[in-house]
């Protein structure tokens, strides 16, 4: 962990580091020498439930990540669930806490799932302009 700190000052980029588990005792140290940590922590509660009060659970824990992980590492949102208002809903209850990345097929409605289906390609989508998200 020692590593990043320095790395970052040296190569003078705003990095962002992906802390790949929900534990927030695991992650929580990385934000002491990161400019951002991918949220996994938060990620897992949205992903079991539509709407929680996630600043509440986090905020006595003193976790502060900027960014939700939307990779090519995870499941699509809509391959959880059919239900626009589920997908949009915890959409929104994560660009409201922070910083977001997104990942190239969250406005299409792609719905891929697990490696590698969650790497579908852009292109076969013929880019849809009339997509809720």
């Known amino acids: 962990m020692d590593f990043w ?4 000052e040296a190569a003078g980029v705003h ?14 140290p990385y934000q002491e020498n990161l400019n951002g940590v991918l949220n996994y922590p938060m990620y897992y509660p949205v992903i079991r439930v539509s709407q929680y009060d996630y600043a509440q659970v986090l905020k006595p824990r003193h976790y502060s990540p900027r960014v939700l992980p939307r990779n090519q590492d ?31 097929g969250q406005e299409q409605e792609l719905s891929g ?11 076969c989508t013929c880019y849809s302009t009339t997509s809720t998200l």
């Open 5 to 8: 700190a320095p790395f970052q």
């Open 15 to 28: 990095d962002v580091g992906e802390v790949f588990d929900g534990d927030l005792s695991y992650g929580c």
């Open 74 to 104: 995870i499941p699509r949102l809509p391959s959880y669930t059919s239900d626009e208002s589920l997908i949009t809903n915890a959409i929104a209850s994560l660009y409201s806490q922070m910083a977001f990345i997104i990942y190239y």
């Open 113 to 123: 799932g697990n490696d590698p289906y969650n790497r579908e390609e852009l292109c």
